[in-house]
């Protein structure tokens, strides 16, 4: 068995995926990018009874590492995947890149490593039952970025969608079933992590601090001692036309948004300068 597990979640977009790479920088730790299929819960509403079955699959996949054994793992290509949508664009939306499939490592000895494990919405839909039985972070993003991205990729957050966080929350499926404009739900979600986030009482950091920090702030949230990596540097990115008007007109609505003090309305407006080139 490792260490001990924990539970990465972040809002969808936020550099959970790039958390998972810069955790696996480490000798220490196996980080792993979505290797629970959220639609195999949804026999069940039951959150105790998800949270069992997620139990099981982590206590299998812990067997699989110090046994050398293939596991399921959200891309194939193994655990060097930092982001999930790659470059190439159809019907005006980067596509999804990393491939489901099996993973094998060498044997780690039982003991030697911590595991780690992330999921966004299943995660999150399930964190206060989660939290009672592993430890858990959580990652957020500057509203812009996060919603400049959900404008641009093909994911059901950009058409303002959240599958499993709305299967094990009826309060968020009855909110965006009754909303029909897409921008607003996607308002909607992000503040939905937010708030699930900060009435947790988790560790929560911030996408920003982990770059600035090199991944430092992210060792010290999973109570590891930091390490040396090479300097992150944020991507920058150009958006389409239409995504940048609409995010013009979501911005009085982003400032509206109750962020817990993570994020200022100065942070805001900054992002949405630079999106559109002018920071």
């Known amino acids: ?42 026999k069940t509403t039951n959150h105790a009874r998800a949270v069992d079955v997620i139990a ?22 193994g655990l060097d995947i930092s982001n999930p949508v790659g470059e190439n664009v159809k019907d005006g939306k980067r596509q999804v890149v990393a491939k489901r499939g099996l993973v094998q490592l060498d044997a780690r000895a039982a003991g030697s490593y911590h595991l780690v494990i992330k999921q966004n919405a299943l995660f999150t839909a399930l964190i206060d039952t989660l939290s009672q039985r592993y430890p858990m972070v959580c990652i957020v993003r500057n509203p812009v970025d996060v ?54 009482g988790l560790p929560i950091v911030r ?14 949230a999973l109570g590891l001692p930091s390490i040396e ?6 991507i920058e990115r150009t958006f389409a036309k239409a ?10 609505k982003l400032l509206e948004l109750e962020l817990g003090g993570f994020y200022t309305k100065q942070d805001i407006r900054l992002s949405f300068d630079k999106a559109n080139g002018n920071g």
């Open 243 to 252: 995504a940048l008007a609409k995010l013009e007109l979501a911005l009085p």
């Open 147 to 200: 919603l400049a991205s959900w404008l641009s990729v093909d994911l059901p957050v950009n058409r303002g969608r959240i599958p499993a966080g709305e299967h094990f929350d009826t309060g968020l499926k009855q909110s965006l079933d009754m909303t029909k404009d897409c921008l607003s739900r996607q308002l909607y979600i992000y503040q939905w992590f937010i708030n699930k986030f900060r009435l947790s």
């Open 207 to 220: 996408y920003e601090d982990v770059v600035a920090s090199g991944g430092a702030v992210l060792d010290t």
């Open 1 to 42: 068995m490792s260490l001990h597990n924990t539970l990465l979640t972040g809002i969808p977009r936020s550099g959970t995926t790039l958390c998972c790479k810069l955790l696996n920088d480490r000798d220490d730790v196996v980080a792993l990018h979505e290797p629970i299929v959220p639609s195999s819960l949804f």
């Open 56 to 77: 099981n699959q982590i206590t299998n996949l812990d067997h699989a590492i110090t046994q050398g054994l293939p596991f399921a793992h959200g891309d194939k290509g």
């Open 229 to 234: 990596r090479e300097k992150l540097n944020a």
